[in-house]
């Protein structure tokens, strides 16, 4: 009876605070750290908008419902999964992320955890519109509130001198970014605990271990190289804010490439000994433009999905026998089959000059992705912390495919197919796989559908008319 009372008392209250069309601002947050504290990336510069485009976000709304569920949730531990040293943002309100909060003056980022951080989410999911600048719309996202608790080490020039400070308190995360279980990173700077026995077999255990410790410090090698190459590749090469039409020909080679050529190649040594020659350099920067045109919105459901794509960029590579099919001219004669492959617009999407009459928003990613952070990106300003992270991502994924084939081959095992699509549900014949990379399953269909052909009922990816969703 009196829980029957409280659930009566909560919907009444919830119908005299809810009947508001926008909320009032979240309360502000006192944060338990100095002002020396540096966690706060700076301001964006506001987005250029296109002539015709009017954005207005859409404030979030709480229904009667929503409170009741809210008080009845039972908080839970969370973890977020990101790379290490990368943060993200917590805003004071929903519905709102590194690009969309600097037009809300509403808006303030409030928190800025990491992978070691303390997450306990408050919140069932809410779904809250927010706008995607790539389609030029709103959309839905799930958003959850957090508690959130992190140490931070204050500037070596700060009156603290570099002591860890305890920061936390609440605030609104997009939900794809917490999962409930602990992961290592993908691109890991930290060696992995092996002081548990992997198999029952101790030669076997210890045979794993030099593998696995192989492994790990073959990626955190990694995240150096890939920090020498981003150097010298991801330039934007249009203006992102009057972008004009293409001649005809291949995109990348007309309009990347000669940029590419001019670079100095860093001396780099590959994983079989061999010095990283001005193709590689190519290799990397036309496989991280593709798959942060094609992929960037899905990095936030775990690295495991731009990896796909690069793992299927190389079994079409290395398939010689199918090269008629995974590679459509015009390509320069000094690209190798994996730039060949990854830049063919009718094999992928994302070099395809024209979507719907207008120009291919996934074309401008690739021509102006977020390669300096103090150089305009395809939104037409400076790009945002967390737009810089997605392309650090995919820099290290395209540079492990080239530098480290066989370490990214053995990471990525489980994906031996030759074609993928978003949001299909069905393509010919071919059955449905669900690869699992670094204990990540690839499971959401919106981003990523994997398929294994019927070798009897094959037919090429450049017939198949899919009813929905995008082929690639």
């Known amino acids: 009876m009196k829980f029957s009372l409280l659930i009566a008392a909560l919907l009444f209250s919830s119908l005299c605070i809810g009947a508001t069309t926008k909320v009032k601002p979240a309360a502000k947050i006192e944060s338990k750290v100095s002002s020396s504290v540096k966690s706060r990336p700076a301001p964006a510069a506001k987005p250029v908008e296109d002539a015709e485009e009017k954005i207005v976000l859409t404030q979030p709304t709480y229904s009667f419902t929503e409170r009741a569920r809210n008080a009845l949730f039972i908080p839970r531990k969370a973890y977020l999964d990101l790379e290490d040293a990368q943060v993200q943002s917590v805003f004071n309100m929903p519905g709102r992320d590194w690009k969309t909060c600097d037009m809300d003056k509403d808006c303030k980022s409030v928190g800025w955890p990491d992978n070691a951080s303390e997450i306990e989410i408050l919140t069932p999911p809410k779904k809250t519109r927010t706008y995607d ?111 004009r039409g293409f001649e005809s020909g291949n995109v990348y080679d007309n309009y990347v490439m000669p940029t590419i050529l001019k670079q100095s190649v860093p001396k780099i040594k590959k994983e079989d000994n061999t010095m990283m020659t001005s193709q590689d350099l190519v290799d990397i920067d036309s496989l991280a433009r593709s798959i942060y045109g094609e992929m960037a919105g899905c990095f936030k459901h775990g690295l495991q999905y731009p990896m796909t794509v690069a793992k299927i960029v190389r079994n079409r590579a290395l398939a010689k026998e199918r090269s008629s099919e ?116 690839v499971r959401k269909n919106s981003c990523l559908e994997v398929w294994m052909e019927n070798k009897d009922k094959r037919k090429p990816a450049a017939k198949a008319r899919a009813k929905s969703g995008k082929k690639k």
């Open 133 to 243: 600048f790539k389609e030029k719309k709103e959309v839905e996202q799930d958003f959850v509130k957090v508690r959130y608790k992190y140490q931070r080490a204050t500037a070596l020039n700060s009156p603290e001198k570099g002591k860890l400070i305890t920061q936390e308190g609440e605030g609104w995360i997009d939900a794809a970014y917490l999962t409930n279980k602990r992961r290592n990173a993908f691109f890991t700077e930290q060696p992995k605990d092996f002081s548990k026995p992997i198999c029952p077999n101790p030669n076997a255990a210890a045979k794993n271990m030099k593998d696995l410790g192989d492994v790990a410090k073959a990626a955190g090698n990694l995240n150096k190289v890939t920090d020498e190459i981003m150097k010298v590749t991801g330039q934007c090469v249009i203006d992102p804010r009057q972008p």
């Open 326 to 441: 995974f590679i459509k001219p015009p390509h320069d004669s000094a690209k190798n089959s994996l730039s060949k492959v990854v830049t063919s617009s009718s094999q992928f999407n994302v070099w395809m000059k024209k979507h719907r009459d207008k120009m291919n928003p996934s074309l401008k990613m690739a021509l102006c992705p977020p390669g300096n952070k103090d150089k305009m990106y395809w939104q037409g300003r400076n790009p945002p912390p967390g737009e810089l992270q997605i392309w650090e991502n995919a820099m290290r994924i395209a540079t492990q495919a080239v530098v480290q084939p066989e370490a990214f081959d053995r990471r990525t095992n489980q994906v031996s197919g030759f074609f993928y699509t978003s949001g299909m549900g069905q393509f010919y014949k071919m059955g449905q796989v669900h690869p699992v990379i670094e204990d990540r399953e």
